[in-house]
C-alpha cells in the first residue's frame, strides 16, 4: 500500500480510500452487501493496508454507519474515518437535513453513535445547502471540531464560487477550514479539471474523488454493463453524462489497455486517477473482495504517458453534474 497526507492536515492515508455506500441494507438498493460481507470487506481492506474509510449518514438510512463502525472496533485508532452529513434522514422532520446548526449537532451526534466512537477524523458536507447561509453552517463545524466530536471538516460536490466563499468566510472569522474536497471525477467526467481541481491545488485541498470507476462503466465494456445488477437497477447513473459525448470511444480505449497492460478496466481506470497530482485517494466502493484486491493492485500500473493521452482524447466537455 502507498500512503499519502489528505491535504495540507498531516494524516496519512492509504492511497485507496474504501467507499462504504454498499455497506448496509439491501432494502435500499439492491446491490447492497448485508452485515457479515461488510465487515469482512473491511477486514480485508485492512489486511491490504487501507486505513481511509468514507461513508455518510444517508447510506442504507444510517447502517452503512453502523456496519463499518462494528467493523473497526478495535481498530479505530490506526483508521481514518470519515463521514458526511446533509440529505434528509427522516422525511417526517425536514431538520433531519440540511446544514443548519440543529442539523447538523443532531445528525452528527446520530453518526456518532451509530459508528461507535467519541470522534470523526474527516465529517463533510454532503452538499451545499442553499437555504442555510454559510457562516451559519461553518460555525457549526467550528463548534464540533472544538468539542472534539470531528477532528477536520470536508466539503463535497459544490460551484468553485461556492467553495472559495467557504474558505474565504473560514479565514475571515477565524472558523474551522474545510481541508479536502469529495468531487465527482474519472475519465468519464473531467469538468473538474476547469476549475475545482486546480483551485483545491492552488489551496492545498485535499481531493478524494467520488465514483472513480464511472459507477461501474469503466469496469465492463459497453455491452456488459446492464448485465450487472447494479447496471439494471442504479438509475442514478444514467443521469451522470458517462453515456455522452466520447464515453464509449474511452470506455472502449480503456478495454483495449486492459488488454495490453494485462489488468482489468478498473485497474486502468484507477491508474488513470491515481497518476494525477491533485488527487489524494480515490473512494472506491465494490461489494467484492477480488474487486477490492484488483483496486490495490492498480497502484502498481504506471501508464505511460502516450497511453494517457490515449484514454483522454476522445473526452468532450459534458454537462455538469454531482452539484447542478
Not at 437555504?131 to 477532528?151: C, F, H, Y
Not at 459497453?222 to 453524462?241: C, K, L, M, Q, V
Request: with cysteine; charged share 30%; net charge negative.
Amino acid at each position: 500500500m502507498e500512503y499519502t497526507t489528505l491535504g495540507s492536515t498531516g494524516v496519512e492515508v492509504s492511497r485507496i480510500c474504501l467507499g462504504c455506500m454498499s455497506f448496509g441494507d439491501s432494502d435500499w438498493r439492491e446491490w447492497v452487501l448485508d452485515e457479515e460481507e461488510g465487515i469482512e470487506l473491511v477486514e480485508r481492506a485492512r489486511d491490504l493496508g487501507i486505513n481511509f474509510f468514507d461513508t455518510a449518514n444517508m447510506y442504507s438510512r444510517g447502517e452503512s454507519e453502523r456496519v463499518l463502525g462494528k467493523a473497526l472496533e478495535g481498530h479505530r485508532e490506526e483508521s481514518v474515518v470519515a463521514t458526511k452529513g446533509f440529505f434528509q434522514m427522516d422525511e417526517d422532520d425536514p431538520n433531519s437535513g440540511g446544514l443548519s446548526r440543529k442539523a447538523i449537532e443532531q445528525e452528527l451526534d446520530n453518526s456518532l453513535e451509530r459508528l461507535g466512537m467519541d470522534t470523526i477524523d474527516l465529517y463533510q458536507i454532503h452538499r451545499w445547502d442553499y437555504d442555510t447561509p454559510i457562516e451559519e453552517t461553518l460555525r457549526a463545524l467550528d463548534d464540533a471540531v472544538r468539542r472534539e466530536k470531528v477532528r477536520y471538516v470536508g466539503a463535497s460536490s459544490m460551484w468553485v464560487h461556492q467553495f472559495a466563499d467557504a474558505l474565504h468566510t473560514s479565514e475571515r472569522l477565524g472558523l474551522e477550514r474545510f481541508v479536502t474536497m469529495q468531487n465527482h471525477y474519472n475519465l468519464l467526467y473531467r469538468e473538474e479539471e476547469r476549475e475545482m481541481l486546480p483551485y483545491c491545488q492552488q489551496e492545498g485541498v485535499g481531493v478524494v474523488p467520488w465514483s472513480p470507476l464511472a459507477r461501474g462503466y469503466l469496469t465492463r465494456p459497453h455491452e456488459e454493463y446492464d448485465a450487472t445488477t447494479r447496471g439494471e437497477t442504479d438509475d442514478y447513473a444514467r443521469e451522470h453524462p458517462y453515456f455522452e459525448g466520447g464515453g464509449r470511444e474511452i470506455n472502449e480505449r480503456v478495454e483495449e489497455l486492459a488488454d495490453e497492460y494485462g489488468a482489468t478496466m478498473a485497474q486502468i481506470g484507477l491508474a488513470w486517477l491515481l497518476d494525477k497530482e491533485w488527487v489524494d485517494a480515490p473512494i472506491v466502493g465494490t461489494t467484492s473482495i477480488e474487486h477490492l484486491e484488483q483496486a490495490v493492485e492498480a497502484l502498481d500500473i504506471s501508464l505511460s504517458d502516450s497511453d494517457v493521452e490515449y484514454l483522454e482524447e476522445p473526452y468532450e466537455p459534458v454537462r455538469v453534474s454531482g452539484h447542478e
